[in-house]
């Protein structure tokens, strides 16, 4: 019989902020999807986890469901449990048949004639954003470019005034900001205020929602179905944080990540000049290269075997989507941004299997669009100095990204 002795070691604690921060995650990846593809880490801050690091096996965990649990009332779905252990029960951490039904009401949102509509609205924005930049002046990408492009997007979601994006960005910051620096009670206090802050207001706007006949935003899907309409109020929070965090922060360090993949790799711009029918895959190569979700978490509902490791029932499983998107199993060549990689499509950065992102098409129109009109432009946008990193094992990002736009020569 295998004991904890016998589990492959995970050296570094994948978890840690600084990994990040100071992008040194790639060498201890590499080397766990070379020596131990599932590998146990017995001590962190967050506790006994494993972690799994490759393609394939970020897939077969995915695809089991029933043994792999999301469900919020056995643990939470990133490495960090809930603070108290409150509940935080939104549809991503829900299994079936909770998780299925309450999917069913944001999913059509997202439906392909929706998507040609908000195609167009996005261009508009992207287009304003665009010709508002201070041209041959460092600015930050991030602030102006990547963070209102993309909460522009959310309140068009929402059906919600454009003035309000400075809370959106507050509170998708709250909801998704638990690293290990913070797992103390005075957080989850301020935490929890935020949340109450943003529920008085989504509030609002949902008892408006209800007064009227059903309409195609996000809130008023919600209140006019059976499976979203007479949540509870931790159920509304935690439903509207994920909306908020799930389409705010991943396409954002998305667009931040595209200037610091074309600043590494130049020619890329190029490539995309000569054949702008690249650009599709050129967003979802950046999606691979940024991986901006780093991981998501399940935790085993019995005892089983995965890769020829015991795992029992109740461990925290972690899958690092940002080491599945570098196997060079899949990826030759994995660490290059490569506009033309034949198969850029199968990164699994937005999961896989039933909780596979909702948002995922309008993540890369978003992303599409915003190549589109930058080569339009014909710019180059210079990074000036290193970019600030987020400070997360959660989300992989930037903070800061001082850029400077020139023409192409
Ligand atoms: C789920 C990534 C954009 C809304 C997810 C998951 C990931 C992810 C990794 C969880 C998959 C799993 O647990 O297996 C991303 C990335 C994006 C992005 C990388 C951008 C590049 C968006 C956008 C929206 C969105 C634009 C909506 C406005 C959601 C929702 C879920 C989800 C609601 C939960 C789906 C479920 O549990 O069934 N996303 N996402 N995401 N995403 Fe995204």
Not at 144 to 172: A, C, H, N
Request: include cysteine; charged fraction near 25%; charge should be negative.
């Amino acid at each position: 019989m295998a004991t904890l002795a016998d589990r492959p070691v995970t050296h570094v604690d994948l978890g840690d902020n600084a990994l990040y921060t100071e992008d040194r995650w790639r060498e201890p990846f590499a080397r766990l999807r070379e020596e131990a593809p599932l590998s146990w880490r017995a001590d962190s801050p967050f506790g006994a986890y494993w972690s799994v690091v490759t393609h394939g096996l970020v897939q077969e965990v995915e695809l089991d469901w029933e043994t792999f649990s999301s469900s919020w009332d056995r643990g939470n779905i990133t490495i960090a449990d809930d603070v108290n252990d409150s509940a935080f029960p939104n549809f991503i951490a829900q299994d079936p048949p909770i998780h299925t039904a309450q999917r069913k009401v944001i999913a059509p949102a997202f439906s392909p004639s929706h998507m040609n509509e908000r195609e167009v609205q996005v261009r508009e924005r992207c287009a304003m954003l665009l010709d508002g930049l201070p041209m041959g002046e460092t600015f930050d990408w991030v602030e102006q470019v990547s963070i209102p492009m993309t909460i522009g997007m959310l309140l068009i979601l929402f059906d919600m005034p454009y003035d309000e994006w400075r809370d959106i960005k507050r509170w998708s910051d709250w909801a998704s900001g638990v690293s290990a620096d913070n797992l103390n009670e005075e957080y989850f206090a301020e935490f929890m205020t935020q949340m109450g802050q943003m529920l008085a207001r989504f509030d609002v706007e949902l008892e408006d929602r209800r007064a009227k006949p059903p309409a195609d935003d996000l809130l008023s899907r919600m209140v006019h179905s059976e499976a979203m309409g007479n949540m509870e109020p931790m159920e509304r929070i935690a439903n509207i944080a994920l909306l908020i965090v799930g389409g705010n922060d991943t396409t954002r360090n998305s667009m931040s990540g595209l200037v610091h993949a074309l600043d590494l790799y130049p020619e890329q711009l190029d490539v995309l000049h000569g054949n702008l029918s690249l650009v599709p895959n050129a967003a979802q190569e950046i999606i691979r290269w940024q991986s901006p979700v780093t991981h998501m978490r399940r935790t085993a509902t019995r005892d089983t075997v995965l890769a020829g490791q015991e795992i029992r029932e109740g461990e925290k499983v972690v899958m690092w989507y940002i080491s599945a998107n570098r196997d060079e199993s899949v990826f030759a060549d994995a660490e290059r941004f490569d506009v033309t990689r034949a198969n850029a499509r199968r990164h699994l950065a937005f999961g896989h299997g039933i909780h596979r992102c909702v948002g995922a098409r309008l993540a890369e129109i978003q992303i599409g669009t915003l190549i589109e009109e930058v080569v339009a432009r014909g710019w180059r946008i210079m990074r000036q100095g290193e970019p600030v990193r987020l400070a997360s094992p959660f989300l992989h990002g930037f903070t800061e990204m001082p850029v400077r736009i020139e023409a192409r020569g």
